[in-house]
């Protein structure tokens, strides 16, 4: 019997205060924390995917950090300090040197309607593949990707990075648009998409009292 393949799932998280701008006008001065519950719901539900062995959040976040790890992730410090990509490249480098023969996935932290089998769906199909990556609902950005044992960990993450991928040899993963996997949140309108899907309860708490004040 073939024992399938466990992953290290890094996820990068920004200051809180300094994350999600484009919600600013739902949620005011609410947003760090709006940022925040999403991040947790995104962390909840990679930690408890099968495939999942280690979830690392790499921030300086000191309020995520303590949120985050309580939820069942290794935080690590941004010590690159120099963008999306770099923080995820310093997560994989932490797993590739403790965990050398697992697959490697970087994941949005903006996922707040993720759940953890469709997560495990994903990495099953990424476990046959070099490279492999899950655009956004938009089809024009990525929200997963997979690097398997011995492949270059190269994500590309950031406007036009479903291109990207492409282009850099990774195959694209065929999920349905209504999947919480590809659902990531930056406006007002990507919030009410992901609650049509079913938020996670720290997102949805939030959202809650947003929409009464």
Same mark, same amino acid.
């Given at each position: ?22 919600? +600013? ?18 962390? +909840? ?25 309580? $939820?069942?992730?290794?935080? $690590? ?8 990509? #770099? /923080? ?19 994941? +949005?932290?903006? $996922? ?14 990424? /476990? ?9 609902? +938009? ?15 190269? #994500? ?31 406006? #007002? ?25």
């Amino acid at each position: 019997m073939i024992t399938p393949l466990s992953w290290s799932i890094v996820i990068p998280v920004k200051v809180l205060a300094r994350a999600k701008s484009r919600l +600013a006008t739902l949620a005011g001065p609410r947003r760090p924390e709006l940022a925040l519950s999403m991040a947790a719901d995104t962390v +909840a539900a990679a930690v408890a995917c099968e495939a999942a062995a280690t979830v690392i959040v790499v921030t300086d976040d000191a309020a995520a950090a303590a949120v985050l790890s309580g $939820l069942g992730a290794l935080v $690590l410090p941004d010590e690159p300090a120099a963008g999306l990509n #770099p /923080a995820l490249e310093f997560g994989a480098a932490h797993a590739a040197a403790h965990w050398p023969g697992r697959g490697t996935a970087a994941l +949005a932290a903006d $996922l707040p309607a993720l759940r953890p089998e469709e997560l495990a769906g994903a990495l099953a199909a990424a /476990a046959e593949l070099p490279e492999a990556f899950v655009a956004d609902a +938009a089809g024009t950005g990525t929200t997963l990707y997979t690097a398997g044992p011995g492949a270059a960990f190269c #994500p590309k993450f950031g406007p036009g990075s479903r291109d990207r991928h492409r282009r850099g040899g990774a195959v694209e993963l065929d999920l349905a648009a209504c999947s919480g996997l590809r659902r990531d949140v930056d406006t #007002p309108g990507d919030l009410q998409q992901a609650a049509r899907i079913g938020l996670g309860p720290r997102t949805a708490a939030v959202a809650a009292q947003l929409d009464g004040a």
